[in-house]
């Protein structure tokens, strides 16, 4: 009787090969949840477009990608389409064009946008771009920003430009990445 209840006990701390895939399997999905979190916090997220101030560009309700290492290669263009978080405004994510960037005179006088002297040619741009603003030079790391449907967007030319730790990432405009 002693011998069985002596084999029990060795069963019990047995290590052998079947414990010993279930440990790799455990490693594993731990490494996969690690890496998918990485990539989702720093290279690639999604959002949902909620509102109308992108109109005609992107509609309300549909899902885009969000490139969020893109501009550790190289600073955000004027006419990027970006995911922006403004926390003494809103506290959720917005996603807003860029206009101006570092170093350009921003000018905006009756209903039309002014970059550096010249007249924006605005294709895009849905309704007459109010009221009149005027911005010397943007500063470093400093943008403008406008949704496209510009009689219902809450933009720059309500709260300001927009600092570069508030660009969240790009967003893609590529059809082949919208996804619903």
Request: hydrophobic fraction near 40%.
């Amino acid at each position: 009787m002693g011998k069985k209840y002596h084999r029990k006990w060795i069963n019990w701390t047995y290590n052998g090969p079947e414990r010993r895939r279930g440990r790799r399997i455990l490693f594993m999905l731990l490494w996969v949840f690690l890496y998918a979190l990485i990539f989702y916090r720093f290279v690639v997220s999604s959002c949902v477009v909620e509102g109308v101030s992108m109109e005609p560009t992107l509609k309300a309700g549909s899902a885009r990608l969000v490139n969020r290492f893109v501009y550790f290669f190289h600073p955000p263009q004027n006419g990027d389409i970006v995911v922006l978080v403004k926390k003494k405004v809103v506290p959720f994510y917005l996603i807003k064009r860029i206009i101006g960037v570092p170093g350009d005179h921003v000018r905006i006088k009756q209903g039309e946008v002014w970059i550096n002297g010249e007249k924006l040619d605005e294709s895009y741009a849905v309704g007459k771009t109010k009221p009149s603003i005027h911005i010397s030079r943007l500063g470093d790391k400093e943008f403008f920003v406008l949704g496209d449907n510009r009689e219902n967007s809450d933009d720059s030319r309500f709260w300001g430009v927009l600092h570069r730790s508030e660009i969240v990432g790009k967003v893609s405009e590529d059809k082949l990445f919208t996804f619903w």
